[in-house]
């Protein structure tokens, strides 16, 4: 399996309060992503970085920011939550996205509870 | 717009094959990817086509038609440890990955 943590495993946390969720990984892959998991939904990507302090928006940006400072690490962060964001996130890695035969590999996942 | 189509829920029984449908409409095509995911766990990744036909690895084989936006997973001999959540996604023109919703996959002995 690859090296991927993510941290904490499970948080519930108050409306308007900020929250960090790290992504830790081993492999030295270029590539890191946050996804958001909800029932009824695909994956949703949030935020991507393609090397350090590289970082892209995705599909569900808003309210999200991003920060990678080393290649090993992948911060994300919501600066007030709200209950809609309450939801599994998932980290995950991939050496390029440009063909199949380097899929991403999935952290273990948080899930996030905003009451 | 961009799409991807699975049936929410299949159910079969143990020892049987299962087909698991996917459409798909993405702005550019770069392939087709299929996870797995048991309930409460990480997608692990099973398979990837990108040229039309079919791609065989062990008991699970997986189908592509470019010209018509559409794959299957085919699970064969099926066992009780294949109840999971089938994800379909497929990789776009900005090699970023459109996903399903997922099939979930019922067991039956």
């Known amino acids: 399996d690859a090296g991927i943590t993510q941290s904490p495993r499970h948080k519930v946390t108050e409306t308007g309060t900020p929250v960090t969720l790290r992504c830790h990984q081993t492999e030295n892959h270029r590539y890191m992503y946050w996804y958001r998991q909800d029932p009824g939904h695909g994956l949703r990507l949030i935020h991507y970085?393609?090397?350090?302090?590289?970082?892209d928006k995705g599909e569900v940006s808003d309210g999200y920011s991003v920060s990678r400072s080393k290649t090993e690490d992948f911060l994300l962060t919501l600066e007030s939550a709200t209950s809609s964001q309450t939801s599994v996130y998932f980290c995950?890695?991939?050496?390029?996205?440009?063909?199949?035969?380097?899929?991403?590999?999935f952290g273990p996942g948080t899930r996030l509870t905003v009451l | 717009g961009q799409n991807i189509d699975q049936p929410t829920e299949m159910t079969a029984t143990e020892g049987a094959i299962v087909q698991i449908n996917c459409t798909y409409q993405?702005?550019?095509?770069?392939?087709l990817f299929w996870y797995q995911q048991h309930a409460g766990e990480a997608p692990t990744f099973l398979s990837y086509?990108?040229l039309d036909g079919l791609e065989e690895k062990g008991r699970f084989s997986s189908f592509l038609s470019r010209s018509k936006g559409y794959s299957y997973l085919l699970l064969k001999e099926l066992q009780m440890k294949d109840s999971a959540s089938y994800l379909c996604?497929?990789?776009?023109?900005?090699?970023?990955?459109?996903w399903g919703a997922g099939t979930k996959l019922i067991i039956k002995p």
């Open positions: 970085s393609y090397g350090v302090k590289d970082t």
């Open positions: 996604a497929s990789l776009d023109s900005n090699y970023q990955l459109i």
């Open positions: 086509n990108v």
């Open positions: 995950a890695i991939s050496e390029s996205p440009g063909t199949g035969t380097d899929t991403q590999y």
């Open positions: 993405t702005s550019g095509f770069n392939g």
